[in-house]
């Protein structure tokens, strides 16, 4: 989907792993005419207390490298690409109720480690899509999951209809 150069339309990114902090956005995303919302995450590593078992520790070894990064797209109040919490309804459902003021970074650190090739995959995923909306004014995917262990990712690319309804939405917006 491609926008008319010299058209206004904002651009928000979340990298943040508060859900309280996505569910601020979505709402935020829901209330505006025209915005693209850019959304992020991954999978924290997994905590062992105690005295854990083979599997468990397996467990652990393999948590922490799966993300998904997804473009929301609303235009002249209709929304053309879904939200993450459209696409993962349990980011809305979820009860983290602690804003990001409320805690430091040190202590989400302690709590929900990250692995860093997990988090440049993400940086990667986002890097992508803003690449196109800021240098060719188009929406290739709507979005893309991935696995930093395993070394892939998979982009879910704009669809017929979602290009169609951006196009009604749009008088005039080349395709």
Do not use: W
């Not at 459209?86 to 983290?96: A, F, G, H, I, N």
């Not at 805690?103 to 990250?114: A, K, L, M």
Request: proline fraction near 3%; glycine fraction near 6%.
């Amino acid at each position: 989907m491609r926008c008319e150069a010299g058209e206004k339309i904002e651009i928000i990114s979340k990298s943040y792993l508060s859900l309280f902090s996505r569910q601020q956005f979505h709402q935020f995303f829901n209330e505006q005419e025209n915005i693209v919302y850019i959304d992020t995450g991954n999978d924290a590593v997994d905590l062992i207390k105690g005295n854990p078992s083979e599997e468990t520790i397996k467990q652990q070894e393999e948590s922490g490298y799966t993300g998904q990064t997804v473009t929301g797209l609303r235009v002249k109040g209709e929304t053309i690409l879904a939200p993450v919490a459209e696409l993962y309804p349990d980011v809305l459902t979820d009860e983290d109720t602690i804003a990001p003021s409320d805690i430091s970074c040190d202590q989400v650190i302690v709590s929900q480690p990250q692995r860093r090739i997990t988090n440049q995959y993400s940086a990667l995923a986002v890097n992508n899509m803003l690449n196109f909306i800021v240098n060719q004014y188009l929406i290739v995917n709507h979005h893309m999951v991935f696995h930093a262990k395993k070394g892939y990712s998979r982009a879910f690319p704009v669809t017929e209809e979602q290009r169609l309804l951006f196009n009604r939405t749009n008088k005039g917006i080349k395709e």
